[in-house]
Every structure is written in structure tokens, then in C-alpha cells.
């Protein structure tokens, strides 16, 4: 059984980074792709990006390109998303997602979600 648990988010101002870690006990992490959404207060909820089971493969939204990076490290069963230069529109909370059927990118339709940690960033 799937179960996410997120870390690493907090306030921050403009500009900083941030490390978020999501840590799973099941036994099926390493064989699906892995990801990143974010929901702002009062939006619906959005990609970040994604990364294939064995981290060859990513993908990301245009707006986080050459900023963030994806990364998985199957043995420790831990996703990771590094945010650089972050901004303030990105205040949201974070939410890991594990896909059941892709290994190549994760999608809201089929993934099994952490519970999120706030990532809020001060102008």
C-alpha cells in the first residue's frame, strides 16, 4: 500500500530554496513514475513535475524550467523536488504523487497523493 509522507516545505522569502522530500512505505515506488502537483488558496491543483521510475525521464511545467529539479532515489524509497529562486505566486501547498500505472510520468488521474506540506513564499 502506497503511503506518501511530504517534507521540507516552510516559509521562505523571494529568491530562496526550498527541498521537498516525500518518503514512501509501500513496496511499489521504485517501479511507477513519481511526481510533484502544488494547489494555491482557492486554485485547483496543478503539475510541477514528473519523473520516470528509474529517474531518466522528467518533466516539468514551463513555468518551474531551470529552477526546480526532480530526483528519486529508489533504495532510500524518497522523491525529492529542489526549488530554486523561488517566487512568490508558487505559495502553495505541495502534494507527492505516486503513479499506479505509468512508469514514465505521473498523472492526477492515477496517482496516490501524500497529504502536502505548505510551501509559502514571502515577497
Given amino acids: 500500500q502506497v503511503q506518501l509522507v511530504e517534507s521540507g516545505g516552510g516559509l521562505v522569502q523571494a529568491g530562496d530554496s526550498l527541498r521537498l522530500s516525500c518518503a514512501d512505505s509501500g513496496p511499489t515506488f521504485s517501479s511507477y513514475a513519481a511526481g510533484w502537483f502544488r494547489q494555491a488558496p482557492g486554485q485547483g491543483r496543478e503539475f510541477v513535475a514528473s519523473v520516470s521510475w528509474d529517474g531518466d525521464y522528467t ?4 513555468s518551474v524550467k531551470g529552477r526546480f529539479t526532480i530526483s528519486r532515489d529508489n533504495a532510500k524509497k524518497t522523491g525529492y523536488l529542489q526549488m530554486n529562486t523561488l517566487k512568490s505566486e508558487e505559495t502553495a501547498i505541495y502534494y507527492c504523487a505516486l503513479d499506479s ?3 514514465v510520468r505521473v498523472t492526477d488521474q492515477s496517482a496516490s497523493w501524500g497529504q502536502g506540506t505548505q510551501v509559502t513564499v514571502s515577497s
Avoid: I, N
Wanted: net charge positive; hydrophobic share 0%.
Fill in 101 to 103: 500505472q505509468s512508469r
Fill in 59 to 62: 518533466h516539468y511545467r514551463d
